[in-house]
């Protein structure tokens, strides 16, 4: 099973540590946040608070759930520079594997969005002519991101092949 | 691109004083005449806006005659509201034709927009990528047409211009594109091209599409029986019910969907004709509007046929192309010339001609399908039978579907990802899918519910695939830039010899030759060659070297060399004869196996030349003659050039390449012999033939080369027999192998193993002919995997 998603002859790398932290906390505040409106207006509209308690309780329960996956989604992604492409991997339930030749690479982005820099996260995506490409890389430090995108650029560069 | 402009002048006329000359003569550029689109363009654009305000009026009074209220004084104010919209139309449209500016001659093309903030456009010719013209109905009216140039990703428009203008200049810069030199008045003697088609009289059409098929097939496709069946059936229950005005909101989005399906696929691909001009392909379309599309073929990067199930029994597919640039916004917009349309139905035959048209060189009937296993009808349970995948060196085929049954190209240099996806079903099942991407458009190939371990190595081989794909697309393209710098100058050089392409004698990686007369050559060499002056230099000072010993071969000489137009060129004697090569293809064998002898002789003739040091050496190329104390030291020395370009390559298509090297260098370790003059290159077409009263004889053997050294006298030998398997005619093979058995008589049976180190010797030394010539690497691969 797990073979089908190896890199060949190589060790994925992973995601940073904090990417987990960061996707708990969000596993942890977002659902309750969001259920919260429906269960205080259908509460109030209603005055039937025990729909309300319901709804908190099935926040919970997507909580629970939640976090039970985000250790094990974290652990599912995984990247790896070979000589002519990259390889990434992730998902827990739906599983994937994307190899991008550096030479169809057109773009490489760098993102950091105001939570993950609270994180001190950073994102790498890599564009090629083709938008189902899709290949980012979450949840990396700053460092690894900006030293990945250099990288990715150079090798690009070396590859580089007309379309 | 300024290269071409002619010299400015050094003292310019004040252009106050210079009468407007003729409009493309002047050289200076401030005098450049720059023309307006055509006056009547205004009034059509102004028309536009008026037909839109038309329509929309009319549907208000339409929907207000429904409730009884129609009262024309109720609606005079709006006339003058009317009036001022359609005059600011017209101020506008006129703003933006005075102040439009074209010129597109032999330097350049430009276009001047803006009133407020000009905007200068200037596209160099070769950035083009297509030039289509488009006609709206209005336009069409006036007999006027919209140009539409597209260069990288921005996309210009020149409206309008009279149409006869516009596919004059049309045919000019695709011609300009295509990297050819023309003037724009040559383009006057051209026949114009017919109103309802588009289509020049040089325009060979390859399918048309005749609008009784063109309706029918409409009225079949899934595309628009599914709505059509939805429509119905929602309008009948309502109607049962008696609800009908319920179902209005349902109803009239999908009405509307139908008319623009019928706008898209019936008017908009009416009268469709794919034709072949000798700019390459082109699509005229359109009932109203009409469209003439370049197809631009270098930039297609897949193709999708589809059939509607209904289609099945007529045998008609469509056939879509994903075209680099063109997948913005609705691919199928008929206002945006931009279509991934290549054929919107057509047989089999048409649809294989097509294909042949836009994937030259690929042969896709053999690639053989493999479908996707039994399992896989757990989750694609409704058409799992339908799924297939196959590949060979060049693309990836993916099928797949029932109801509309898709098949997707994609050819592998234009691979741009993969991906390999496995949902939970998936995994208990043990199968994956595997995405091959390409850019935006149509194309989608995607091998569905394969097997884990299929997908798996289809994926990863798929990236070696493309890999391998695009060096080759880089290689092919940096030779076509060669063979395009070596034809520059090249008339003027030939004409001055009076000799042209015609005298062409024969061609090599090194230089070509061409006739002067019965005694002299041209050898033109290629421009890419690194020292063509050197060459000929220690050419020729070996030459005099041999000049006074008679071996009874005749050898070639240098009687001049010299530079003109950036070319270097010598002109050598010429031997007598006839070419060796094209003699065999046509003699029988009763005359070619004396005439082989005669050849073997010859390499053994070779032998007895002197040479100008004692010890191995290579006596062509930079520091020549370079000695070496060992011949594995000069032959390693040999291979060092081709390998470092081929290495890749061959441990990439021969696995066990290390070893063949290794045993190669254990063997020639192991040779010892005196060292004697090795021509390196005989074969057939280096040899000449004559006629002698014994029957014909080679008499003469021509071009040395870098090849040249003094080495093992064997290697001619193993060359006369080896290089005549690359001969193009039958039973060059079998003649190889006779050859090979009078060698042995002669020499012993020893030269066998001998032989065959030199077979993977040259094996290894011509291999970097990956990059050109794949007969020969293919010839090479064999040596070395005996």
């Not at chain 2, 060459?535 to 000049?547: D, I, K, P, R, S």
């Not at chain 2, 064998?589 to 010890?615: C, G, H, K, N, Y």
């Not at chain 2, 071009?703 to 006298?713: G, Q």
């Amino acid at each position: 099973m797990e073979e089908l998603f190896a890199p060949p002859a190589y060790e994925w790398k992973r995601l940073s540590p904090k990417y987990r932290s960061m996707r708990q906390l969000t596993s942890l505040v977002i659902p309750p946040v969001l259920l919260t409106i429906p269960a205080v207006i259908v509460g109030v509209m209603s005055g039937r608070w025990w729909i309300s308690g319901l709804i908190w309780a099935a926040a919970i329960v997507i909580v629970i759930v939640r976090l039970g996956f985000v250790t094990r989604s974290w652990r599912s992604w995984g990247y790896v520079e070979r000589d002519d492409d990259l390889y990434i991997t992730h998902g827990v339930m739906f599983r994937s594997l994307i190899a991008v030749p550096y030479g169809r690479m057109q773009l490489v982005e760098v993102e950091s969005g105001p939570l993950e820099r609270a994180f001190g996260l950073a994102s790498v995506t890599l564009k090629t002519a083709s938008p189902e490409t899709g290949a980012r890389i979450p949840g990396l430090t700053p460092e690894e991101a900006t030293r990945l995108r250099d990288r990715l650029t150079e090798l690009g560069e070396a590859h580089a092949s007309g379309l | 691109m300024t290269a071409s402009q002619p010299p400015q002048h050094t003292s310019t006329p004040d252009p106050v004083f210079t009468p407007p000359g003729p409009p493309r003569s002047p050289t200076d550029r401030s005098l450049k005449q720059t023309e307006r689109p055509h006056p009547l363009t205004p009034f059509v654009r102004g028309w536009l806006i008026f037909v839109a305000i038309a329509i929309g009026w009319g549907r208000e009074i339409v929907t207000s005659a429904s409730e009884d209220q129609l009262d024309a004084g109720g609606w005079a104010w709006i006339l003058p509201i009317l009036a001022v919209v359609v005059v600011l139309a017209a101020v506008t449209g006129f703003v933006a034709w005075y102040f439009t500016r074209f010129v597109i001659d032999d330097e350049e093309l430009r276009i001047e927009t803006g009133w407020i903030f000009k905007k200068s456009t200037k596209i160099p010719f070769e950035r083009l990528q297509s030039v289509d013209i488009i006609q709206p109905l209005a336009a069409r009216m006036f007999g006027l047409a919209e140009l539409r140039l597209d260069a990288g990703n921005s996309s210009t428009k020149l409206r309008y211009l009279s149409r006869g203008k516009a596919s004059k200049l049309r045919d000019y810069l695709l011609t300009r594109a295509h990297g050819q030199q023309a003037s724009v008045n040559d383009l006057d003697q051209q026949a114009a091209a017919s109103t309802f088609t588009d289509l020049g009289t040089t325009d060979q059409p390859l399918v048309q599409v005749s609008p009784q098929r063109l309706i029918l097939s409409f009225l079949l496709s899934s595309e628009w029986l599914i709505p059509s069946a939805i429509t119905i059936i929602i309008f009948v229950a309502t109607a049962a019910a008696g609800v009908v005005p319920f179902a209005l909101g349902a109803l009239i989005p999908l009405i509307i969907g139908m008319l623009t399906l019928i706008w898209r696929r019936v008017i908009g691909m009416f009268n469709f004709t794919l034709a072949e001009s000798h700019r390459g392909l082109r699509i005229t379309r359109g009932l109203t509007n009409l469209t003439s599309q370049s197809v631009p073929i270098n930039r297609i990067q897949g193709v999708k046929t589809s059939q509607s199930l209904l289609w099945k029994p007529l045998g008609w597919y469509r056939v879509d192309v994903d075209i680099l640039g063109y997948g913005h916004g609705d691919s199928e917009d008929n206002e945006s010339h931009a279509s991934s349309v290549l054929l919107p139905v057509a047989t089999v035959d048409e649809v294989e001609l097509a294909i042949g048209r836009v994937l030259p060189g690929f042969d896709l009937d053999d690639i053989e399908l493999h479908p996707s296993p039994k399992r896989a009808r757990w989750v694609r349970w409704f058409d799992f039978w339908t799924l297939r995948y196959g590949w060979d060196e060049r693309t990836l085929i993916t099928e797949q579907g029932w109801f509309t049954h898709e098949r997707d190209v994609v050819p592998h240099a234009k691979t741009q990802s993969v991906r390999i996806e496995q949902g939970p079903l998936q995994r208990l099942l043990r199968l994956a899918d595997v995405h091959v991407h390409t850019p935006r458009g149509p194309v989608n190939a995607v091998a569905h519910q394969l097997d884990e371990h299929t997908a798996r190595e289809l994926a990863l081989s798929q990236l070696d695939r493309a890999r391998a794909a695009r060096s080759a697309e880089r290689q092919r393209r940096t030779l076509e830039t060669l063979r395009t710098d070596d034809h520059q100058g090249e008339a003027e050089l030939l004409a001055a010899f009076s000799t042209g392409r015609d005298q062409l004698l024969g061609a090599g990686g090194e230089s070509e030759v061409f006739a002067i007369d019965h005694e002299r050559v041209l050898r033109l060499y290629r421009s890419r060659h690194e020292a063509p002056r050197r060459t000929a230099a220690q050419l020729h000072a070996l030459y005099q070297f041999w000049a006074g010993h008679d071996i009874g071969l005749e050898l070639p000489m240098i009687l001049e060399m010299g530079e003109r137009n950036g070319r270097f060129f010598t002109v050598d004697r010429r031997l007598s004869g006839r070419n060796f090569s094209g003699w065999l293809q046509h003699a029988d064998m009763a005359e070619r196996r004396p005439a082989l002898i005669s050849f073997l002789d010859a390499t053994e003739q070779l032998q007895q030349l002197p040479s100008p040091v004692p010890s191995f050496a290579r006596l062509i190329g930079e520091g020549a003659p370079q000695q070496f104390s060992t011949l594995v030291e000069l032959l390693s020395s040999m291979l060092q050039g081709p390998l470092q370009s081929s290495r890749t390559q061959l441990e990439h298509d021969l696995p066990g390449v290390a070893e063949v090297w290794n045993r190669l260098h254990g063997e020639l370790a192991q040779r010892s012999i005196v060292p004697a003059i090795v021509h390196g290159d005989v074969c057939p077409p280096n040899a000449y033939l004559s006629q002698s009263p014994q029957g014909p004889v080679v008499t003469g053997i021509a071009d040395f080369s870098p090849h040249t050294v003094h080495a093992d006298p064997l290697m001619d030998v193993a060359g006369a027999l080896i290089f005549l398997e690359l001969e193009p005619y039958a039973d060059a093979a079998a003649d190889a192998a006779w050859l090979e058995a009078v060698a042995v008589e002669r020499h012993g049976r020893e030269i066998v193993r001998w032989i065959d180190v030199y077979r993977r010797f040259y094996g290894f030394y011509f291999s970097n002919a990956y990059a050109f010539d794949p007969h020969l690497y293919a010839w090479c691969l064999r040596q070395l995997g005996r």
